[in-house]
């Protein structure tokens, strides 16, 4: 049975490869269907966002569909970038830009004041019931004083430091990255949906 991630994002694929590679779907991407089509983000809502990604692609391609939205929320920032996190500062901007214009906003907030949590809502979407089920997760943590890049995840990664650990995301293992992560926690409550459409 195929399992649709509803990405382009490699980074995000191999994520959900990993998370996912006990269960009994073959997982495909937008792109390994062909899928060019970009289905806009207008919701203001984690929840809105990943419901209107998931059935819209799962009504295209008539499989069961996983489509999430996520982000980082920082505190001192008033819970920017929250849902804006992917296209934070314009589309000019790479995952190195955006973290650079994150730390250019902090950079006056000392260290204990930089709390910050990533957030995950999961959409699942049958296209034969016409229902959308959902799980969240998140993850806490704070925003390093510099940009720890080890060429490794991907985002925001490089300067979200979970508590408890002295690394990044972007220097952890993935092993215990999907632990902790937040896509991670949402994606550990995806068996309890998934029985309801099996």
């Not at 779907?25 to 970009?38: N, T």
């Not at 000019?92 to 990533?118: C, I, M, S, W, Y």
């Not at 799980?135 to 430091?161: M, N, P, R, W």
């Amino acid at each position: 049975m195929k399992l649709v991630i509803a990405t382009h994002n490699q980074g995000k694929l191999a994520e959900y490869r990993g998370l996912l590679a006990d269960w009994p779907f073959e997982l495909v991407s937008l792109s390994d269907l062909g899928i060019e089509v970009d289905v806009e983000e207008t919701g203001d809502t984690f929840e809105s966002n990943a419901r209107l990604k998931a059935e819209q692609y799962g009504e295209m391609t008539g499989l069961l569909t996983i489509a999430d939205d996520s982000g980082l929320s920082i505190d001192a920032l008033e819970g920017r970038p929250g849902v804006y996190s992917a296209r934070y500062g314009g589309p000019g901007l790479n995952d190195a830009g955006r973290r650079h214009k994150v730390l250019k906003e902090l950079e006056d907030v000392p260290l204990e004041q930089r709390t910050a949590q990533f957030e995950c809502v999961i959409a699942l979407y049958d296209p034969a019931k016409k229902v959308t089920y959902f799980v969240a997760g998140s993850c806490k943590g704070h925003i390093t004083l510099e940009d720890q890049d080890a060429g490794q995840g991907f985002g925001y990664d490089a300067i979200f430091q979970p508590i408890g650990y002295l690394q990044t995301f972007g220097e952890l293992s993935s092993d215990i990255k999907h632990t902790l992560s937040h896509r991670g926690q949402a994606t550990a409550g995806l068996p309890e949906i998934i029985k309801l459409v099996v």
